[in-house]
Every structure is written in structure tokens, then in C-alpha cells.
């Protein structure tokens, strides 16, 4: 029996179509001195059969994810401090040009976007649970209320400064179980002819690349223009418009609005026709997506296998949240992993969630290049190999598994 659960967007079946195994939280990054037990939950996921909507089949509780010591910055990638400062200048421009606009951010992280838009003199308020990150929020003169953002919170943002003209929220709503009442809080909060962006993975860039990492704890669902356009409806609000970007592996930008307040933009149609086409949340889709992910995660085993047989010196690059999903759902531990670099401090020396690789920070890569590296932030791959050109003159290469296995 193929297991099923309850969609959390419509009620309507959801039918399991790959599991991933047991998993630790993607950011629990463990003191090696450390012997409690480590938390693990059940990661699958699992199709709607009503609404298309991509989703686990289990929820894990938010409290254990979005906490104090929430260890990743959005700013730390300059490709990641440019995007959003043209996202909040294209925001301004197009949705907050009226008198004394509002925008509000939902999941502001460390304020990069809305720093930007506190800059340009303009109203704002950021929402952000994990209280770490905002801090570094505040020291750039951005306004920001701990808390998860929900209706009975909306409704007060309501009440204190009135209807925002921008919802923005980047990689941040597909955390989120709990969509009703976030969407009802939407609806409350925007002004007449406001809008509510927001970006995240996209399942079509996904079932593409068979880029089974971009699951784990944090990304509860993976939206198509179908399912968010289905989503959207039953709160009274409508996909107006669609956007492609680079970022993340391949993230969508949409666009709602209230009913009938704009007149969809052709990008629209044109991605529900293509997505159609594709079929992305077919039975028979899903079940070749699985059979790749399988085969891609025999390779990249045998491939780390082999070259340990060798000899070689292999480390990690990136001790990305994304990695936790990769190095578990695959079994790759110190045995054939020597570590993994990564830049933010409070990962380095500590071992991964589960995997146990020890993190090391990017001077242990650079002063002994190693003879590879698994590019685990593959979503960073330009920016990276651009930055590393010492590591490809010493001879060594990049081991990569989306969308397949090969060195480079
Ligand atoms: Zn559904």
C-alpha cells in the first residue's frame, strides 16, 4: 500500500511518491562532545491528487527549526545581496509607488531585502521568529517584530499601521504547514490593490533536474503555477503573474492578488499551459523522478566509494541545509567524506545532522586542496567555481550529483 495523507492546502488525498528515510533537522549541527539523542523524523513526500500541491507527508514541529541559533543568513552569498536589492527596488517601483506605501516581509532573515527599502525612506516591517538573524536585521535600521506571522498577527499589523501595499516573503512560505491561516492573514492585511510576492523552489525545476535535496525539513511544500494558482482561489486571490529566476536551483516568483483587482500578465497562461503539457504531478512523472533520484544516489555512492578505494582525498563543499537530505537519504558519513568546508561559523566544528562530517571552515579546503570536492551548494555553483580557480589550477574537481553524477 502506497501510504497517503490529508493536503493540507484542500483536505484532498495525497499520495506518498518518495521517501527519503529517516532525517535529522537540516541545521541541528551537532558538538562532537555531544551524546544526546539526535531527533530524527520520517521525510516523504507526496502529491495532491485534487489541488497538484507538492508536500511531506509529515510535519515537523516549526519551533524546532526556526529558533534562536537559526544558523543561516541570507546575506552570506554576494549573488544573494544583489538579487535582493533589484527585487526590493522592482517592488518599489512597481507596487509601492503610491503616498506613504507599506511593505511588509514575511521571514526577513538578517533584513537584507527590506534594508533597501528602510533606505529609501519608506514604511516596513519585517517578521522574523528566528531572533539571531534579526538582530543583524535591526543593526541595519530595519523594523522587525519576532514572531510568526499568522492572522491573529496580521490582523494587529492591521490595526497598528494599516493595510500593507507589499506581502513579500522569499524562501519562506513553503516552510509554512499552515497555509490557511497565513493566506487568510494575507487577505486581511492587503490593501485593496495590493500584492502578495513571494519566491520559492520550483517543483518543475525539481522534477527537471531531479534535484531531490531541494527537500528536507524546511520546505514543506513545492509549488508549481498550478498548485499555487488552485491554492490561491480559495482564499479570494488570483496568480496575476509568474516569474522564472536563477536563484536557489531554480525558484519561481509569484505574484497574487485580490480577485479580479489586475488582469493577469500572458506569462501566466503561458506557464499553467507548459506545466500542463508536462504533467509535473502525474503518476507517471512522479514515479520516473523517483526512479532517477534512486539511480543518481547508486552513483554518487559508488563514485565517493571508488575513489576512497583510491585513495583520493575527497571533502564536502557547503554544509548547505539541502546536504542534510543528501548525505542521509544516501549514507555518506566521514568514511567517505574527509569534511566539509563551509563560511559560517557557527557550523564549523561541529559534525553534520546525522552524517557526522565534520565542518571545517574554507581555509582547511584552501590550504591542502583536496584531489575532489562534492559540490553539496549546487545552487552556488557559478559564484563558487569562479571564487575557487586555485583548487581547479591544483588539479582538483568538482564532484556533482544534479542533474546527474559527473566530475567536472
Ligand atoms: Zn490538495
Same mark, same amino acid.
Given at each position: 500500500?502506497?501510504?497517503?495523507?490529508?493536503?493540507?492546502?484542500?483536505?484532498?488525498?495525497?499520495?506518498?511518491?518518495?521517501?527519503?528515510?529517516?532525517?535529522?533537522?537540516?541545521?541541528?549541527?551537532?558538538?562532537?562532545?555531544?551524546?544526546?539523542?539526535?531527533?530524527?523524523?520520517?521525510?516523504?513526500?507526496?502529491?495532491?491528487?485534487?489541488?497538484?500541491?507538492?508536500?511531506?507527508?509529515?510535519?515537523?514541529?516549526?519551533?524546532?527549526?526556526?529558533?534562536?541559533?537559526?544558523?543561516?543568513?541570507?546575506?552570506?552569498?554576494?549573488?544573494?545581496?544583489?538579487?535582493f536589492r533589484s527585487t526590493a527596488q522592482k517592488l518599489l517601483a512597481e507596487h509601492a509607488a503610491g503616498?506613504d506605501p507599506f511593505v511588509?516581509?514575511?521571514?526577513?532573515?538578517?533584513g537584507?531585502m527590506l534594508e533597501t527599502v528602510a533606505r529609501a525612506g519608506v514604511r516596513h516591517?519585517?517578521?522574523?521568529?528566528?531572533?539571531?538573524?534579526?538582530?543583524?536585521?535591526?543593526?541595519k535600521g530595519v523594523r522587525?517584530?519576532?514572531?510568526?506571522?499568522?492572522?491573529?498577527?496580521?490582523?494587529?499589523?492591521?490595526?497598528?499601521?494599516?493595510?500593507?501595499d507589499v506581502?513579500?516573503?522569499?524562501?519562506?512560505?513553503?516552510?509554512?504547514?499552515?497555509?490557511?491561516?497565513?493566506?487568510?492573514?494575507?487577505?486581511?492585511?492587503?490593501?485593496?490593490?495590493?500584492?502578495?510576492?513571494?519566491?520559492?523552489?520550483?517543483?518543475?525545476?525539481?522534477?527537471?533536474?531531479?534535484?531531490?535535496?531541494?527537500?528536507?525539513?524546511?520546505?514543506?511544500?513545492?509549488?508549481?503555477?498550478?498548485?499555487?494558482?488552485?491554492?490561491?482561489?480559495?482564499?479570494?486571490?488570483?496568480?496575476?503573474?509568474?516569474?522564472?529566476?536563477?536563484?536557489?536551483?531554480?525558484?519561481?516568483?509569484? $505574484?497574487? !492578488?485580490?480577485? /479580479?483587482?489586475? =488582469? @493577469?500578465?500572458?506569462? #501566466?497562461?503561458?506557464?499553467?499551459?507548459?506545466?500542463?503539457?508536462?504533467?509535473?504531478?502525474?503518476?507517471?512523472?512522479?514515479?520516473?523522478?523517483?526512479?532517477?533520484?534512486?539511480?543518481?544516489?547508486?552513483?554518487?555512492?559508488?563514485?565517493?566509494?571508488?575513489?576512497?578505494?583510491?585513495?583520493?582525498?575527497?571533502?564536502?563543499?557547503?554544509?548547505?541545509?539541502?546536504?542534510?537530505?543528501?548525505?542521509?537519504?544516501?549514507?555518506?558519513?566521514?568514511?567517505?567524506?574527509?569534511?566539509?568546508?563551509?563560511? $559560517?561559523? !557557527?557550523?564549523? /566544528?561541529?559534525? =553534520? @545532522?546525522?552524517?557526522? #562530517?565534520?565542518?571545517?571552515?574554507?581555509?582547511?579546503?584552501?590550504?591542502?586542496?583536496?584531489?575532489?570536492?562534492?559540490?553539496?551548494?549546487?545552487?552556488?555553483?557559478?559564484?563558487?567555481?569562479?571564487?575557487?580557480?586555485?583548487?581547479?589550477?591544483?588539479?582538483?574537481?568538482?564532484?556533482?550529483?544534479?542533474?546527474?553524477?559527473?566530475?567536472?
Amino acid at each position: 500500500m502506497v501510504p497517503t495523507a490529508t493536503c493540507r492546502v484542500c483536505a484532498g488525498t495525497v499520495t506518498e511518491f518518495m521517501d527519503f528515510g529517516r532525517q535529522p533537522l537540516s541545521d541541528a549541527f551537532r558538538d562532537p562532545a555531544d551524546t544526546s539523542e539526535e531527533f530524527f523524523y520520517r521525510l516523504a513526500v507526496g502529491a495532491c491528487a485534487d489541488c497538484e500541491m507538492v508536500q511531506m507527508m509529515e510535519e515537523v514541529p516549526r519551533e524546532r527549526m526556526f529558533h534562536e541559533g537559526y544558523p543561516y543568513y541570507s546575506s552570506g552569498s554576494s549573488v544573494m545581496r544583489d538579487h535582493f536589492r533589484s527585487t526590493a527596488q522592482k517592488l518599489l517601483a512597481e507596487h509601492a509607488a503610491g503616498d506613504d506605501p507599506f511593505v511588509v516581509e514575511l521571514g526577513c532573515n538578517d533584513g537584507v531585502m527590506l534594508e533597501t527599502v528602510a533606505r529609501a525612506g519608506v514604511r516596513h516591517l519585517g517578521m522574523e521568529p528566528s531572533t539571531g538573524v534579526s538582530e543583524v536585521a535591526r543593526d541595519k535600521g530595519v523594523r522587525v517584530r519576532n514572531a510568526f506571522f499568522e492572522k491573529a498577527t496580521a490582523l494587529r499589523i492591521r490595526e497598528e499601521d494599516g493595510p500593507a501595499d507589499v506581502v513579500y516573503a522569499a524562501n519562506t512560505f513553503c516552510h509554512i504547514p499552515y497555509v490557511d491561516s497565513v493566506l487568510e492573514g494575507i487577505t486581511a492585511l492587503l490593501a485593496p490593490g495590493g500584492v502578495f510576492v513571494f519566491e520559492d523552489p520550483y517543483f518543475g525545476d525539481v522534477s527537471e533536474k531531479a534535484s531531490f535535496d531541494q527537500f528536507y525539513d524546511e520546505h514543506f511544500f513545492l509549488f508549481t503555477a498550478t498548485s499555487v494558482r488552485n491554492m490561491a482561489r480559495r482564499f479570494g486571490l488570483e496568480l496575476v503573474d509568474v516569474e522564472r529566476l536563477p536563484t536557489h536551483g531554480g525558484e519561481l516568483r509569484y $505574484t497574487l !492578488a485580490r480577485e /479580479g483587482s489586475r =488582469t @493577469p500578465a500572458p506569462a #501566466v497562461g503561458a506557464l499553467l499551459a507548459e506545466e500542463d503539457k508536462r504533467a509535473l504531478t502525474s503518476p507517471e512523472v512522479l514515479s520516473s523522478f523517483t526512479r532517477r533520484v534512486g539511480e543518481n544516489r547508486e552513483r554518487l555512492v559508488e563514485e565517493l566509494r571508488s575513489l576512497r578505494d583510491q585513495g583520493r582525498r575527497v571533502v564536502g563543499y557547503g554544509a548547505t541545509a539541502k546536504s542534510a537530505t543528501v548525505l542521509n537519504f544516501c549514507g555518506i558519513g566521514p568514511d567517505l567524506l574527509e569534511f566539509i568546508c563551509d563560511t $559560517t561559523p !557557527a557550523k564549523q /566544528g561541529r559534525l =553534520t @545532522p546525522g552524517s557526522h #562530517v565534520m565542518v571545517r571552515d574554507h581555509g582547511a579546503f584552501t590550504d591542502s586542496y583536496p584531489d575532489y570536492a562534492l559540490l553539496l551548494a549546487w545552487n552556488h555553483a557559478e559564484e563558487i567555481m569562479a571564487k575557487e580557480t586555485g583548487f581547479r589550477d591544483a588539479g582538483g574537481r568538482w564532484l556533482r550529483y544534479v542533474p546527474d553524477v559527473r566530475t567536472t
